[in-house]
């Protein structure tokens, strides 16, 4: 068709094919090209005529053209549309990454008498993949050395992370481990103080020797001292027998105090004994017991506060505060979520004999976007339940899995009755232990749902002139006479 015999209307056409911003083309039902649009010729300088047929191989990377041929046999099998990634080289030399797709043609039979196709450039996209792998890999090795350093120094594998708060926390654990100076960790509930009292111990000189661990809370006010330092036989109703307290289990090794801000002031003083003579008496003994044992301390409270409202000792306070380190919470560890996870599901799935799922992206977005009150803790259960529940390849997280806090907010409430008058108080504090059944400590007690800890109560309780023996099952016992 001679120039003068073409239409306006095919010209135009022609011009948007030639200028649209992707090398376009279209080939027989083989796969030989038949057009090549003129920016296709632009980029690879190659003429339409050197390229027809099969000329436009020399135009790609040698490395890809067996999967483009691959993915176009089996397009041409099915019949079905298909895109594949491959190098096609600019008239300068230089291989950039186009998405090459095709849609074929087919006739009245159904049979395929024409492949249409374009070449979109993706050289910048594939560059920001390839850079984003590459910092994956660059953290996940961070890791893996970090990992493998806390394995050589500490010998276990249950700190898992790479984030700038991970990795000041475990700078202080390495620089105090091998010291013999008194530790206190503070942090929010759940996010590790005994995994990161664990690491300072196997590090320290002490390794060979026992790790005892005591949490404070969980043991009733009236046998503290016991459990801590003995009691002889005869002591009080009840010791049969001579007993040895967790110190003297400790000898040589180290304690781990956890929780303390929950002990009474008569504990403190013992305790403070401890730290300064290194020594103490078995409760009903009047013999001093010498003790070689290092101590760490742990609470969520603010000890500070506590020693401004007279309930914690001071001089046991800076005792103890000689090293602090604080753990940051996991809302502020996001950067390790993702490891945190992974590792979780792999110890789940081995400890529950299961195959290991992967995390659906809308779940782990759901743990990203979290708060985490719980911290790791909450974490670990909920990929445990996640686990359990698993299909055969994927876990899923269920929005209503993750925790409203909403009794904290009652506690909240209620405790701000605190700072009131002390008839308001005395109100408070009976309501509390009404609802408690006169249980003061404990995940249920009157001080968890005050949202105060157990020694403030204790005091204020024996301020108002309160008989908390009065209270079982939330009714006081006059009114049952």
């Known amino acids: 068709m001679s120039t003068s015999e073409i239409t306006p209307i095919e010209n135009s056409l022609q011009t948007v094919i030639d200028t649209i911003p992707v090398l376009a083309w279209s080939a027989r039902p083989d796969g030989s090209i038949d057009f090549f649009n003129q920016q296709w010729s632009d980029y690879t300088g190659m003429s339409c005529e050197e390229a027809l047929d099969w000329g436009w191989k020399v135009a790609k990377h040698p490395d890809d053209l067996p999967h483009i041929f691959e993915v176009f046999e089996a397009a041409a099998r099915t019949g079905q549309p298909f895109e594949v990634e491959g190098r096609i080289r600019r008239r300068d030399g230089v291989f950039r990454w186009f998405l090459i797709r095709g849609n074929p043609l087919r006739d009245s039979s159904g049979a395929i008498v024409r492949w249409y196709g374009t070449d979109v450039d993706i050289e910048d996209r594939k560059r920001a993949e390839e850079l984003i792998r590459a910092n994956e890999q660059r953290l996940q090795d961070e890791n893996v050395v970090l990992k493998e ?29 091998p010291t013999d100076a008194t530790v206190i960790i503070t942090g929010e509930t759940g996010t590790g103080k005994e995994l990161v009292a664990r690491a300072i111990h196997k590090n320290s000189q002490r390794k060979n ?27 009080f109703t009840g010791a049969v027998q001579r007993h040895r307290g967790r110190f003297e289990l400790a000898q040589g090794g180290t304690i781990f105090l956890d929780e303390v801000g929950e002990l009474l002031p008569n504990t403190q003083t013992a305790l403070l004994r401890v730290l300064q003579e290194r020594e103490f008496e078995r409760v009903g003994g009047s013999q001093l017991i010498n003790v070689d044992v290092r101590v760490i301390a742990a609470t969520n409270r603010d000890l500070p ?51 290991v799922p992967e995390i659906d992206k809308k779940s782990m977005d759901l743990l990203l976007n979290y708060s985490w009150p719980g911290n790791v803790r909450e974490l670990q259960n909920l990929i445990e339940r996640a686990v359990i529940l698993h299909d055969p390849t994927t876990a899923y997280i269920q929005p209503s899995w993750l925790s409203s806090f909403s009794t904290q907010s009652t506690a909240n409430s209620q405790s701000n009755g605190l700072k009131k008058s002390a008839q ?58």
């Open 209 to 235: 020797h026992a790790f005892v661990s005591v949490n404070c809370a969980a043991i009733p006010s009236s046998l503290i001292e016991s459990e801590l330092f003995g009691h002889e036989k005869g002591a």
């Open 424 to 481: 308001e108080q005395k109100a408070v504090i009976q309501s509390a232990l009404r609802e408690s059944g006169g249980q003061v400590s404990g995940p249920h007690g009157a001080a968890a749902r005050l949202g105060i800890p157990r020694s403030t109560l204790e005091s204020k309780i024996k301020a108002l002139g309160i008989d908390k023996y009065r209270y079982t099952n939330g009714t006081p016992l006059n009114e049952i006479r």
């Open 305 to 355: 506060a506590a020693v401004s409202a007279g309930i914690f000792r001071s001089d046991l306070y800076y005792r103890l505060n000689v090293i602090p380190i604080e753990i940051p919470p996991l809302r502020e560890r996001k950067a390790d979520i993702q490891s945190l996870v992974r590792y979780f599901t792999e110890r789940c799935a081995r400890k529950a004999g299961k195959k």
């Open 149 to 177: 350093q806390i394995d050589q120094v500490f010998m276990f594998d249950e700190i898992v992370g790479s984030s700038p708060a991970l990795k000041a926390l475990l700078s202080n654990v390495v620089k105090v481990a």
